[in-house]
């Protein structure tokens, strides 16, 4: 059965501090990892990984894939309140349906 | 405005109807998904459609059903054989091989 575990659960944090969060998998047909922030609603899209070892950077946050040991971090450096969310994993599998598995979530508080 | 919506936000039905819930999208996406997401948990796929007229089950499509008879609408259809329904309900589409984007989602209670 494919599975995705991240942790912590949970998180929190005061502002400025630096934080990584983490995702492992076990699936069959690994195509990618996706990184995903909600805020209440919708979840919006952070980043695709495919390849291992190639840092993916966008402002304070940052994420790298690790293919070998199957697992990837998300770091967030100079956390603001506005990075209170929860931080969704997801596998995607090969196949031309593109389904996604997803992990529990990462619940990051950020206090000022 | 270019996206994903969804209808209603929130929806309040007694035990034993049925309840459709909406989503549209204008981006021209050939495929759409519909996920569950439940407290403390990460969204379980229902349904997906690549292209209209035909869809697959996910792995909890038990006690739901879809219809795709148009590209730009994938309607999921909570029965009264879903034991427990209530939950986050979230609708996603993609470009075929593109990374999904999804809908504001609908909070469905069941009393």
């Known amino acids: 059965e494919d599975k995705v575990v991240q942790s912590p659960l949970s998180l929190v944090v005061h502002e400025g501090d630096t934080v990584t969060l983490n995702c492992s998998y076990e699936?069959?047909?690994?195509?990618?990892l996706l990184w995903y922030k909600q805020e209440k609603k919708a979840p919006t899209f952070l980043f695709m990984l495919t390849s291992s070892g190639i840092e993916k950077k966008s402002g304070r946050l940052s994420s790298i894939l690790d293919k070998k040991e199957l697992f990837s971090i998300l770091n967030i450096t100079a956390t603001q309140t506005g990075d209170s969310a929860v931080y969704l994993c997801a596998v995607e599998l090969r196949g031309s349906a593109r389904q996604l598995t997803f992990g529990s979530g990462t619940q990051l508080t950020v206090l000022p | 405005d270019g996206g994903i919506t969804q209808s209603p936000k929130y929806l309040f039905r007694k035990e034993g109807q049925n309840v459709t819930l909406s989503c549209e999208q204008n981006l021209n996406h050939d495929a759409m998904y519909w996920y569950r997401q439940d407290p403390g948990q990460g969204l379980r796929l229902i349904y997906y459609s690549q292209i209209v007229n035909d869809f697959q089950k996910g792995d909890i499509a038990e006690g739901y059903s879809v219809s795709r008879e148009k590209k730009e609408s994938f309607p999921l259809t909570v029965t009264s054989a879903q034991k427990n329904p209530t939950a986050f309900y979230l609708c996603a589409s993609s470009h075929q091989g593109g990374t999904q984007y999804f809908g504001p989602g609908t909070r469905l209670t069941v009393l």
């Open positions: 699936v069959t047909n690994f195509r990618s």
